[in-house]
Nanobody, 123 residues
């Protein structure tokens, strides 16, 4: 089993930045990829970004490309999401996700979830 704990959410003005962190523990050596999803009120959970743990290949939702950067620190077993130029439509609960066998760019491919952290962007 793998446990994921997010941190770093908060309230920020439009145009501002936040960095989310996801600390992984447990059988992290079995993981193939990690990533981020988000869920706004009344909407379905959606993919935001993912990264393969074997290299530097990353995947992004089109609307966050150029603004968000996903990265990892294997020594610390920590995943990050640097979010710049934030917009009110980025407001959501952000979830860390991980998979043992696939690119975690779909909820159906996710084996583990964090508890979520709230990001609110004011206009």
């Amino acid at each position: 089993q793998v446990q994921l704990v997010e941190s770093g959410g908060g309230l920020v003005q439009a145009g501002g930045s936040l960095r989310l962190s996801c600390a992984a523990s447990g059988r992290t050596s079995s993981l193939f990829s990690m990533g981020w999803f988000r869920q706004a009120p009344g909407k379905e959970r959606e993919f935001v970004a993912a990264i393969l743990l074997s290299g530097r290949i990353a995947y992004y939702k089109d609307s966050v490309k150029g603004r968000f950067t996903v990265s990892r620190d294997n020594a610390k077993n920590t995943l990050y999401l640097q979010m710049n130029s934030l917009k009110p439509e980025d407001t959501a609960v952000y979830y860390c996700a991980a998979s043992n066998s696939a690119v975690v760019n779909s909820a159906t491919r996710t084996d583990y979830w964090g508890q979520g952290t709230q990001v609110t962007v004011s206009s």
